[in-house]
């Protein structure tokens, strides 16, 4: 079992930059398929990015794709998420997540979540 914890939410403005990172007890992330998921006010929870376990090919949702950049440092256990010109329909709980394998589609282990606010 794994045990994940965000940091690095904020109150930015718009076309501001974050970086989120995902810290993991226990194994390295590469162990692991990891993502990041979002829920913002109002709104169901949704997939923003994901780093594959094997070959670790990335890949994004629609709405963040070429401003958000998914990565992770295995030394370091971490997962991290680079936001760059955000907007404010990026405010949301941003949640790590984490699965064993590829192929499962459902994540079995989150995060407690980390708040991101963009202003206007």
């Known amino acids: 079992q794994v045990q994940l914890v965000e940091s690095g939410g904020g109150l930015v403005q718009a076309g501001d930059s974050l970086r989120l990172s995902c810290a993991a007890s226990g194994r390295t992330v590469s162990t692991y398929a990891m993502g990041w998921f979002r829920q913002g006010p109002g709104k169901d929870r949704e997939f923003v990015a994901s780093i594959r376990k094997v070959g670790g090919n990335t890949s994004y949702a629609d709405s963040v794709k070429g401003r958000f950049t998914i990565s992770r440092d295995n030394d370091k256990k971490t997962v991290y998420l680079q936001m760059n010109s955000l907007k404010p329909e990026d405010t949301a709980v941003y949640y790590c997540?984490?699965?064993?394998?590829?192929?499962?589609?459902?994540?079995?282990?989150w995060g407690q979540g980390t708040q991101v606010t963009v202003s206007s």
């Open positions: 997540a984490a699965k064993n394998w590829d192929y499962l589609r459902e994540y079995h282990y």
